[in-house]
């Protein structure tokens, strides 16, 4: 394990690129701040070793949240031409939501770069996402209780908006980070919003001292994501085993529908069907991907029916979730895309 408070090489720059030398271009998401510019100036100073690489492009998107955003944008600019990378910027335009501003900025951003890559031809999006980033993550899911899926946190590279989104410096701690871009001499933004108390990141972030000294830093904090992740990719393997079995031995198949016996459902683990019945619903609706404590409910309703049907009152059950209809009538369950909504008369 290299020092926490130690540039990063050379070598150990290959080593966090190497994966996508095969990619035609790679847009890198660079804010400003230490974490992206790092990023940045790694990516090129990998690119140039190469004999043939991907061609870089910088891209720094502009929320129109603060003033000095504007002159931080120009910052990155002039890095990046004197990193020879051409880099262009984004702005977030039109309204601002009153609640809920962080996460409609991130929906924001990805969205501009998820168009600037496929404009660019582009196949990955690289972001600057740390070790620290990740431990802050799991906080937060395990605090708002999350599922197994949520507390894996975040994944080195994932699909989003048509694109790949890489983050290659997931086990790198923010720490060696500034201390690469301090060998180099290479300034970086401070956004007040990462201190801003208003934010829960921010609030979590004052909390990981106290954390670390009983033993919760953000590494520990970390691997326990990455072995979360782990455990959730075996789950979903035994899904996918799961909905090929009802599918084989007591399904019925119909395009545009999941349609199983009840009881051969009801006979798997909790957390199957759980899974299962997440996916038919995020598969068939038509609003979105379900909330994991709504699906819960579901599956309870659909366990007391079919535990309290008789031969005189078989099991039914009929309810919409996220643009999915779910029917449970006698010894069968479908669940199939809901009727749209009626617009109410005014």
């Given at each position: 394990?290299?020092?926490?408070?130690?540039?990063?090489?050379?070598?150990?720059?290959?080593?966090?690129?190497?994966?996508?030398?095969?990619?035609?271009?790679?847009?890198?998401?660079?804010?400003?701040?230490?974490?992206?510019?790092?990023?940045?100036?790694?990516?090129?100073?990998?690119?140039?070793?190469?004999?043939?690489?991907?061609?870089?492009?910088?891209?720094?998107?502009?929320?129109?949240?603060?003033?000095?955003?504007?002159?931080?944008?120009?910052?990155?600019?002039?890095?990046?031409?004197?990193?020879?990378?051409?880099?262009?910027?984004?702005?977030?335009?039109?309204?601002?939501?009153?609640?809920?501003?962080?996460?409609?900025?991130?929906?924001?951003?990805?969205?501009?770069?998820?168009?600037?890559?496929?404009?660019?031809?582009?196949?990955?999006?690289?972001?600057?996402?740390?070790?620290?980033?990740?431990?802050?993550?799991?906080?937060?899911?395990?605090?708002?209780?999350?599922?197994?899926?949520?507390?894996?946190?975040?994944?080195?590279?994932?699909?989003?908006?048509?694109?790949?989104?890489?983050?290659?410096?997931?086990?790198?701690?923010?720490?060696?980070?500034?201390?690469?871009?301090?060998?180099?001499?290479?300034?970086?933004?401070?956004?007040?919003?990462?201190?801003?108390?208003?934010?829960?990141?921010?609030?979590?972030?004052?909390?990981?001292?106290?954390?670390?000294?009983?033993?919760?830093?953000?590494?520990?904090?970390?691997?326990?994501?990455?072995r979360l992740a782990r455990a959730n990719a075996a789950v979903e393997v035994l899904v996918d085993g799961a909905?090929?079995?009802?599918?084989?031995?007591?399904?019925?198949?119909?395009?545009?529908?999941?349609?199983?016996?009840?009881?051969?459902?009801?006979?798997?683990?909790?957390?199957?069907?759980?899974?299962?019945?997440?996916?038919?619903?995020?598969?068939?609706?038509?609003?979105?991907?379900?909330?994991?404590?709504?699906?819960?409910?579901?599956?309870?309703?659909?366990?007391?029916?079919?535990?309290?049907?008789?031969?005189?009152?078989?099991?039914?059950?009929?309810?919409?979730?996220?643009?999915?209809?779910?029917?449970?009538?006698?010894?069968?369950?479908?669940?199939?895309?809901?009727?749209?909504?009626?617009?109410?008369?005014?």
């Open positions: 394990m290299s020092d926490d408070n130690s540039p990063i090489s050379a070598q150990h720059a290959k080593r966090l690129f190497a994966d996508w030398k095969a990619a035609p271009v790679l847009l890198l998401a660079v804010s400003g701040g230490p974490d992206s510019i790092a990023l940045m100036w790694l990516a090129a100073r990998w690119r140039r070793a190469l004999a043939r690489g991907p061609r870089l492009i910088a891209v720094t998107v502009d929320h129109g949240l603060r003033a000095e955003a504007r002159a931080e944008a120009r910052n990155v600019a002039r890095l990046a031409r004197a990193l020879d990378l051409p880099h262009r910027t984004l702005r977030w335009t039109g309204a601002k939501p009153k609640s809920g501003l962080p996460a409609a900025a991130r929906t924001a951003r990805y969205r501009l770069l998820a168009q600037a890559a496929r404009s660019s031809g582009a196949t990955h999006i690289l972001t600057a996402h740390t070790l620290d980033d990740q431990a802050e993550t799991l906080l937060m899911r395990m605090l708002r209780g999350s599922g197994i899926t949520g507390l894996a946190a975040m994944a080195r590279e994932t699909e989003r908006d048509g694109v790949r989104l890489v983050r290659p410096l997931l086990q790198v701690p923010k720490s060696q980070l500034i201390a690469t871009l301090k060998k180099a001499n290479i300034g970086f933004a401070d956004d007040p919003t990462n201190r801003d108390p208003n934010f829960t990141r921010p609030r979590l972030r004052e909390l990981m001292p106290a954390l670390a000294a009983e033993g919760g830093d953000a590494r520990n904090l970390a691997r326990l994501a990455a909905e090929r079995y009802l599918a084989l031995m007591d399904g019925k198949t119909a395009p545009g529908e999941f349609d199983c016996g009840a009881k051969a459902f009801a006979a798997m683990p909790e957390e199957i069907r759980l899974r299962l019945l997440k996916r038919a619903i995020d598969r068939f609706g038509h609003e979105g991907p379900a909330e994991l404590g709504k699906v819960e409910a579901l599956l309870s309703a659909l366990d007391r029916a079919v535990a309290e049907a008789t031969e005189r009152q078989p099991a039914r059950l009929k309810q919409t979730l996220a643009g999915a209809l779910v029917c449970l009538i006698g010894e069968r369950m479908r669940i199939t895309p809901a009727p749209p909504r009626r617009r109410r008369a005014r």
